[in-house]
Nanobody, 128 residues
Framework: QVQLVESGGGLVQAGGSLRLSCAASGRTFSSASMGWFRQAPGKEREFVAA????????YYADSVKGRFTISRDNAENTVALQMNSLKPEDTAVYYC?????????????????????WGQGTQVTVSS
């Protein structure tokens, strides 16, 4: 069992930065691949970034590549999303997710149905 709690969301002007953090409980965190997703009003939840269990492999949606960075600290049971050069279209609720089906897999995962646990989400609003 893994519980995920996101923090760090807020209101920022276009061009600004925010750092989201996801704190995980449970001893299995270090074996899980992790991901960030987002959902804007009236839209489906979409993939943002993913990282494998060791942090050695990462992957980003084209819309955030070069602006966002995902990282993890297995000693602290946290995963972070550093968001730079924010745009109004980045406005959404951001969710942290954990996939435990393939412990210690070298792969990351990008599909919603590959994830087993979700946080409650944190709101990010970017004003123009």
């Amino acid at each position: 069992q893994v519980q995920l709690v996101e923090s760090g969301g807020g209101l920022v002007q276009a061009g600004g930065s925010l750092r989201l953090s996801c704190a995980a409980s449970g001893r299995t965190f270090s074996s899980a691949s992790m991901g960030w997703f987002r959902q804007a009003p009236g839209k489906e939840r979409e993939f943002v970034a993913a990282i494998n269990w060791s942090g050695g492999r990462t992957y980003y949606a084209d819309s955030v590549k070069g602006r966002f960075t995902i990282s993890r600290d297995n000693a602290e049971n946290t995963v972070a999303l550093q968001m730079n050069s924010l745009k109004p279209e980045d406005t959404a609720v951001y969710y942290c997710a954990a996939s435990l089906r393939w412990p210690y897999s070298p792969n990351y995962h990008t599909r919603l149905d590959e994830y087993d646990y979700w946080g409650q989400g944190t709101q990010v609003t970017v004003s123009s």
